[in-house]
Each structure stands twice: as structure tokens, then as C-alpha cells.
């Protein structure tokens, strides 16, 4: 079982079993054929569409589709998420990040961010230069940069705070 869920709140839920696709409880029937690495060609109730994946986060569980020149972005949830929210522990494998520590002692080449910057996870923050390497220190999540506690050209030791989310 999933839920679909679009940006304006409209849900389905879809179940596949057997090979059949059932949505809200009802026959799923539809013809679909690739014509390109990210792009598809569909037939549904005499219709024809054309719908390109735009972008696939497999992490966050949310896909944006260009279907007819019309973007849109759903979110999925599987029956484990259900199961959370349903237990009231949506938010428990959600990690928050107050801080960000240097991984080594090292030297402070580069500050990528500022104070009030909105990052998300994987954006670069800092490079830290340590044994003659030079080290890029990717955001551990997304959020607002609260606090710089470091400068530039400036030695570091291992588990010093760099910066407050």
C-alpha cells in the first residue's frame, strides 16, 4: 500500500497486487511505454499523455513529473510511513541538526555559507584543508545557518563546532 499526495493535498491511495493496480480501491487499467531514459508515453481512459520524471528523490520519497508541460511534485508514502504516522512516530527517523563539527583537526580554507542561508543536505559549507587535503564539508541536513562559529584561515581541532543550524 502507498500514498500518493500532491503539493495541493490531494491523496490517493494506491495498492498493487498481483499485477493489478487498484487506486482508492478501484481498477487501475493504463497502457505505458517508454520513449526516452526519463520519459513515457501514456494511454489512460482513450487520453494521451507524455510524462518526463524531472527529479527522483529516493530519500525524501518525493518525484516531480512534467505530464503535458504541467510539473508536479508528489510525495510517497509506503505502508512503514503509514505505520508510523499511524503509531504517532511520523517524525521518529527524522534527524535534526543543530551543529556542524570538524571531522579533524585541520585549517579553515574556505566558509561557503552565511549567517541566514537556507542549505540543504549535501550543499557544500566549508572546505577544511587537513594532511595537505583539502576536504569539502557537506551540509548533514537542510535548514538555515544560524551561527558561523569559525573565520577563514583559521586552525580547527577535531569536534569543534563550525556552525549552528
Do not use: C
Amino acid at each position: 500500500m502507498l500514498q500518493v499526495k500532491t503539493a495541493n493535498d490531494k491523496t490517493w491511495q494506491v495498492d498493487i497486487q498481483k499485477g493489478e493496480i487498484l487506486v482508492n480501491e478501484n481498477p487501475f487499467h493504463w497502457d505505458i511505454s517508454p520513449v526516452g531514459p526519463r520519459t513515457y508515453h501514456i494511454i489512460k481512459d482513450a487520453r494521451s499523455y507524455t510524462a518526463e520524471v524531472v527529479q527522483a528523490n529516493y530519500e525524501e520519497k518525493t518525484f516531480t513529473f512534467k505530464i503535458n508541460g504541467r510539473q508536479q511534485t508528489v510525495r510517497v508514502k509506503d505502508r512503514f510511513d503509514l505505520l508510523l504516522d499511524k503509531l504517532g512516530m511520523s517524525n521518529a527517523n527524522a534527524h535534526k541538526v543543530n551543529d556542524v563539527k570538524a571531522p579533524m583537526p585541520g585549517l579553515i580554507l574556505e566558509i561557503k555559507v552565511r549567517p541566514g542561508q537556507e542549505v540543504k543536505k549535501g550543499d557544500p559549507i566549508m572546505i577544511l584543508e587537513a594532511m595537505k587535503m583539502e576536504n569539502i564539508l557537506k551540509s548533514p541536513g537542510g535548514g538555515v545557518v544560524r551561527e558561523v562559529k569559525v573565520q577563514e584561515k583559521q586552525n580547527v581541532e577535531k569536534n569543534q563546532v563550525l556552525l549552528l543550524f
